[in-house]
């Protein structure tokens, strides 16, 4: 992190003035809410790793919060353990924990998600009731008042801030940790659209689970340090629904899926509600939970994406103007990566696929297909509308599994292989774009392709460098800092390439790239094209474009109702019978 | 045998008023696609509402149902209209979170408004709804079979409405498929608001359905709310039918899990059975509904 | 990383809640720490009636030491509140002492930021017993625990059940059932410990949650052990559904013990039906049908209450937290000054004979600042009364069982 911009100094500023503030200002009461706004803060952090960077809206935090309560006390009382070791290995249990949990419930999405970890919560609720010759039962567990360093409890208030405070920076640097790192761009692309994810290599079930393993994690240590705080647990308090909305509702209020967020809609909501309990409180019972209800219908209302979401751009540009600021440096395009060594292989066969069958229910989508790419060579696959171009498309990429038939790819190795999911195709070298374009909207261009460059390299500035490449490729220099949404038709299918390109696929499958365009963008996307099987690329292309197929092709391919009708070069194909009957009916085929 | 029969008596039974909850959820599920967390509320709304009623006017509750309902379509209508509508393009956790604020605001304004004291019916003059049926020696509470009977009576009705009428068949279209019925000059946010009051309505009539057995205090909606929840997913989203059985399905499992493993477990078995249920099969057990989409 | 809007806002915040802690300093000021809302809001609020009145009644009389008390309210419905509750009172209000609290979990966290902060901290309600377990020198409490409620119980059936049918109680099937929170697990514990060293034959314990909206099936497995006593520690909601169930599927125990909670609630009897809880036993802090000469005092503040509040008290909370309340401020009356040390040598003076407070208790702290004066009287529900049946020096009526002829 760059400690001269603006950005960076001024929130590392106020992170340490929140600290200070405080000890200054010398009230218990203040001390307590800054201890309680820090640890939330940790909690709503952590929460947002999942439920912001990862979208998925988990509502059973409370289980990996309780875990380590329960952990840090009955390893104190049972054992004498120290709850520093206890919070560490209470954090270790939740995240093991979390992956049985959430493992079987990746593929439910929104409200289903929600409603299944709400259902989890409960559960372990209830179990940790029922178990109460280990864990206390619902009477609770109250944590022995031993003073001490090692037993995390003291009369002195300091220390507890500082704990509560080092739980939050920790957690704010897991989450800029992420944000910043491959991890991070991968939970978004997952978020976003997960077929463009997986296309690019990403493993989509293994990223969600790192996501909820830190956050289980980050999770459990702050329930360790609320049960020494507090100094009394129970089940009914600690694997709270309540509990599990709160920590969630800061994060929402403050901004998903950004690093600030969490801890702005916690410094925010959470004192407001506590002295509102306070003022509010004598005027009749339920007031303030009243006010509070209605208060968060009203943010939720006014500012869906968050403090941060509507503001954040706004205040950053301000904060950009203190001394400082420097433009992000350009990244030189590395020149290296694409620019294959002129390959011994040339020629040779690259992607075989044989006997492909595929149905769907009664229909039988593909009719033993079979299709050889050699290395450096462009096939174009042609076929009526309905033909299933995709669906083979989609066997050679690993998102449909044949019926029958097998699917090998020579790797760079030299090995033939046969990839079992869409990441795996992607890492043996396939790159694919898809007909309807799949960019990942909220992200800028550069980010796209980042997404794609990550396959290869963990390192940021590498992954800058090759995005920059790769946008030269595919003239995109230009728009690299634009939103994706904003792109043109155009623009969108070379950012289908250049995200696969990313890749360094040494075999690209190009469905449709042509279609919509208009002329000047066809003929530069077909520029594009050779450039690319220039760098040593094998290209098959699924084209309705004639004209340009015939033109790039070195082979052509027509599937027509499922079956490869014909291979062969492009003027030899367009002059068979069986072709002309397929596109234009019986009768012209005699004409 | 017999405590098993009268077992699966109070379990079927018990079924009918989660059923009775359970159409309005999976009506507003199904349709808006919106999970309601407001709605056990709205039941606390729907039974203090009985409650007045019986205590100003000394309407008996299953009279004082109907006029709730029109009451609670019209607080259904207008959370959707002014809460939900719009934040219908918005992400999903936004819209349960809108929910979960008027869900904390309403229970809340209703420990304000009664305060925390437990209200109940007067019953005692009543001649429907109380009392018991016997045959041979297994017994049936009246106003759950009453409960039981509305329920059954109440799906044939809304599935008359849905099937053959012109409205009806809007409101199916529109849980089909949003933007083809848009695109079909069905006026959605008018059918959002009809589908919402009318999941709102049908707790006017369980608020009246369940008074003789329930009493009414700020947070009974709690009490009611996630075993709603976990019936909706279980029948499949928006299936009247599949709330039913599924409501039969966890009131029997209730009671037969009371009484064969431990009350105290009961809802950890039926917690497991609704996320096995979303796992292994998120389309619901009756359901054509899109659990995993 | 733009945190500053936070910032700026969280110390406006802060600011104010500084501010605060310069108002509102005249008198002496006396913290409330009980849940108002939430879920445990009625009885909560039921408890701090009791203190209200014991301070009000003390007002009037002329103020504690010469000057009026100012009661401060505090609300927290769970640990993490009740923490912040106390802070809040320890500092900005500056409170001297801390009443409170009804509840277990609230009492476990703010007794422990009382103590640290060395404000004393008078317990008038919450049961668990290992509050006064944890070595404070500032936390008293004046009310039974749950043991004294288990022990209550127990003591029903060999004293008043057993005589009254004339059995021995050992022949007697006894049935154990209990909402599965911190109440009624405490509670039930200390039940089975007890009835099982006094040879008791418990033939069901079954834990229920208290939010369970069906007991059928609990009943019917009561009814096919054939229990002929059955103990229950349940909050309101649960007991009317007890009943009601009960009632449906036909099953008659001998005797029914509740361990106060819903038993001892008047709505609980508007709702269950006067004729449907006669006979049934409760064990609680005593309640407002006492023999005066038991506890003096009671009618009074039964007088009082239903003038200040226009209602019948709605459960024995606010009697216990009345009594307990006045017996904390006598103490404070007599201390040599509101320093923390003083009070504790003033409460740890106090030695009051059982029978000698409104509630019925008596005082005598033991080292750990829980008064073993406290036992929890043994009443029956008689004609849409809660009566006390034992001990007899309390006691405003004889046992009776409407299933024993």
Redesign the interface.
């Known amino acids: 992190m760059n400690i001269t911009q603006p950005q960076n100094y001024v929130s590392l500023l106020l992170l340490l003035l929140m600290l200070v503030f405080p000890v200054v200002a010398g009230s218990p009461f203040v001390y307590h809410i800054f201890i309680l706004v820090f640890s939330y803060a940790a909690l709503a952090s952590a929460w947002n790793v999942v439920g912001g960077f990862a979208g998925q809206l988990s509502l059973g935090h409370a289980v990996y919060y309780g875990v380590g309560s329960y952990t840090a006390t009955l390893l104190m009382i049972n054992f004498g353990i120290s709850p520093w070791i206890g919070m560490v290995a209470g954090a270790l249990l939740a995240s093991v924990i979390s992956v049985f949990v959430s493992w079987p419930c990746f593929r439910l999405r929104g409200p289903f998600f929600a409603l299944a970890s709400i259902a989890v919560l409960e559960v372990v609720r209830l179990l940790v009731i029922n178990q109460h010759g280990l864990t206390g039962g619902s009477a609770g567990l109250a944590v022995p008042l031993q003073q001490g360093v090692e037993w995390m409890v003291f009369r002195e208030r300091w220390p507890y801030l500082v704990i509560s405070f080092g739980l939050l920076s920790a957690a704010l640097f897991v989450s800029w940790k992420i944000k910043n790192s491959r991890l991070g761009y991968y939970l978004i692309a997952v978020r976003e659209r997960e077929d463009a994810a997986l296309a690019v290599g990403v493993n989509a079930v293994r990223v969600k689970l790192a996501a909820v393993i830190i956050s289980a994690f980050l999770t459990s240590t702050v329930g360790s340090f609320h049960a020494m705080y507090f100094t009394f647990i129970e089940p009914g308090a600690v694997f709270s629904l309540e509990l599990s909305i709160q920590i969630a509702m800061f994060a929402l209020i403050g901004g998903l899926g950004t690093i600030s967020g969490p801890v702005i809609g916690t410094v925010l909501v959470l004192p407001l509600a506590e002295l509102a309990r306070g003022w509010l409180g004598d005027f009749a019972d339920g007031f303030h939970g009243f006010v509070y209800g209605v208060v968060l219908v009203i943010v939720v209302l006014t500012i869906p994406r968050g403090l941060v979401g509507q503001f954040g751009a706004r205040v950053g540009a301000l904060i950009n103007r203190l001394p400082g600021y420097k433009e992000p440096e350009t990244v030189q395009p590395s020149t290296s990566t694409l620019t294959h060594v002129q390959s011994e292989t040339l020629g040779q066969p690259i992607l075989v696929a044989e006997h492909l069958h595929k149905y769907f229910g009664g229909v039988h989508a593909t009719n033993d297909v079979s299709l050889t790419l050699k290395e450096g060579e462009i096939i174009g696959v042609i076929g009526p509308n309905g033909a299933g171009k995709t669906t083979v498309f989609n066997q050679l990429s690993g998102f449909l599994k044949p019926t029958s038939g097998s699917v090998r790819i020579r790797t760079s190795y030299g090995e033939w292989v046969t990839p079992k999911s869409p990441a795996e195709f992607a890492k043996a070298g396939i790159g694919r774009t898809f007909q309807i374009v799949q960019p990942f909207a909220d992200l800028s261009v550069r980010e796209n392709i980042m997404i794609g460059a990550f396959m290869n390299t963990d390192d940021h500035v590498e992954a800058r460098a090759i995005a920059a490449e790769v946008a030269q490729l595919t003239d995109l220099t230009d728009q690299l800092d634009k939103v994706a949404r904003d792109l043109t038709v155009g623009g969108m299918k070379r950012l289908e390439m250049a995200r696969a390109l990313a890749t360094r696929p040494r075999i690209l499958l190009l469905d449709e790239v042509l279609a919509g365009l208009n002329p000047s963008d066809i003929t530069k996307a077909i520029e594009i094209i050779r450039r690319i099987r220039d760098t040593g690329v094998s290209i098959l292309m699924i084209e309705h474009i004639m004209q340009a197929t015939m033109s790039l092709s070195d082979h052509v391919a027509v599937i027509n109702s499922g079956s490869l009708l014909i291979e062969g070069e492009p003027e030899k194909v367009v002059k068979d019978p069986q072709v002309i009957e397929a596109y234009l009916g019986k009768e012209y085929s005699h004409a | 045998m017999e405590?098993f029969l009268?077992?699966l008596i109070?379990g079927l039974m018990?079924g009918g008023?989660f059923a009775i909850i359970s159409i309005g959820l999976t009506l507003i599920f199904g349709i808006v696609r919106v999970?309601n967390f407001a709605h056990g509320e709205f039941l606390m709304i729907a039974m203090y509402g009985v409650y007045l009623m019986n205590l100003q006017f000394g309407l008996h509750p299953y009279v004082a149902m109907l006029p709730m309902f029109f009451l609670m379509f019209a607080l259904g209508a207008v959370m959707q209209r002014y809460?939900i509508q719009?934040?219908l393009s918005?992400?999903?956790?936004?819209q349960?979170?809108?929910t979960?604020?008027?869900?904390?605001?309403?229970?809340?304004?209703?420990?304000?408004v009664f305060?925390?004291?437990?209200y109940?019916v007067d019953m005692?003059s009543a001649v429907v709804g109380t009392g018991?049926t016997s045959i041979g020696s297994l017994?049936i509470?009246n106003g759950q079979l009453m409960t039981f009977i509305v329920s059954i009576l109440l799906i044939g009705a809304l599935d008359w409405f849905l099937k053959y009428t012109f409205l009806g068949r809007a409101i199916r279209a529109t849980a089909q498929h949003r933007d083809a019925a848009l695109l079909m000059g069905v006026d959605v946010k008018k059918i959002y608001i009809i589908a919402f009051g009318l999941g709102a309505g049908c707790l006017g009539l369980a608020g009246g359905l369940m008074a003789p057995?329930?009493?009414v205090?700020?947070?009974v909606g709690?009490?009611?709310v996630?075993?709603a929840?976990?019936i909706v997913?279980l029948g499949g989203l928006g299936s009247l039918h599949g709330a039913f059985l599924g409501a039969l399905i966890i009131?029997v499992v209730?009671?037969?899990?009371?009484?064969y493993i431990?009350?105290?477990?009961?809802?950890?078995v039926y917690?497991?059975i609704?996320?096995a249920i979303?796992?292994f099969r998120?389309t619901g057990l009756f359901g054509a509904g899109r659990?995993?989409? | 990383m733009k945190k500053y809007v936070s910032k700026i806002k969280g110390g406006a915040v802060a600011a104010v809640a500084l501010t605060m802690s310069f108002s509102a300093m005249a008198d002496i000021n006396v913290g409330a720490l009980y849940p108002f809302s939430g879920g445990l809001a009625l009885l909560g609020n039921e408890s701090f009636r009791g203190l209200e009145i014991a301070i009000e009644e003390r007002n009037a009389n002329g103020g504690l030491r010469g000057e009026q008390i100012k009661l401060v309210k505090s609300d927290a419905v769970d640990a993490g509140q009740a923490v912040g509750a106390a802070r809040k009172l320890t500092s900005i209000e500056g409170v001297d002492v801390i009443f409170g609290s009804f509840s277990s979990s609230i009492s476990f966290a703010a007794t422990q930021v009382a103590e640290l902060a060395a404000v004393p901290y008078f317990e008038l309600g919450a049961i668990s017993d290992n509050i006064t377990d944890r070595n404070m020198k500032y936390v008293f409490r004046s009310n039974p625990t749950a043991k004294n409620f288990a022990e209550g119980t127990i003591d029903a059936i060999f004293k008043v059940v057993a005589p009254t049918y004339g059995v021995d109680a050992k022949d007697l099937k006894v049935a154990i059932i209990h909402e599965d929170a911190l109440y009624g697990t405490t509670v039930s514990q200390f039940q089975k410990d007890i009835a099982k060293e006094k040879g008791l034959n418990v033939v069901q314990t079954l834990p229920y949650s208290a939010k369970a909206v069906d007991l059928s099936s609990l009943v019917l497995r009561l009814k096919g052990a054939g229990a002929d006593v059955v103990l229950q520690t349940s909050y309101q909601n649960d007991t009317t559904l007890f009943f009601r169930q009960m009632r449906e599927a036909g099953f008659k125990p001998k005797a029914l013990i509740g361990a106060g909670g819903g038993y001892s609630m008047k709505d609980t009897v508007k709702v269950v039906g006067e004729k449907n809880m006669e006979g049934v036993l409760d064990v609680d802090f005593a309640q407002y049908l006492m023999n005066e000469a038991g506890a003096p005092g009671i009618k009074e503040f039964q007088a009082t209450y239903k003038e200040r509040y226009g209602e019948e008290p709605r459960s024995g909370h606010s009697l216990i937290n009345y009594s307990g309340a006045k017996i904390f401020l006598d103490a404070l009356e007599k201390a040599a000054s509101l320093k923390a040390d003083d009070v504790r040598e003033a409460v740890m003076a106090i030695d009051l004979p059982i029978g000698s407070t409104a509630a019925g208790i008596g005082a005598k702290m033991n080292e750990n600042g829980q008064n073993i004066r406290a036992n929890a009287a043994i009443m029956q529900w008689q004609d849409g009364e809660l009566k006390t049946v034992y001990p007899e020096a309390a006691a405003v009526a004889a046992p009776k069982f409407p299933q024993h002829p």
Do not use: C, H, R, W
């Open positions: 405590i009268q077992l109070n018990l008023t999970v809460i719009p934040l918005a992400s999903d956790e936004i349960i979170f809108a979960v604020g008027v869900s904390t605001a309403l229970m809340n304004a209703g420990l304000m305060g925390a004291d437990v109940s005692s018991m017994t509470n057995q329930y009493p205090f700020p947070t709690t009490f009611f996630l075993t929840f976990i997913v009131g209730d009671s037969l899990a009371g009484y431990a009350p105290d477990l009961k809802e950890v917690f497991s609704f996320i979303l796992i998120p659990g995993s989409e």
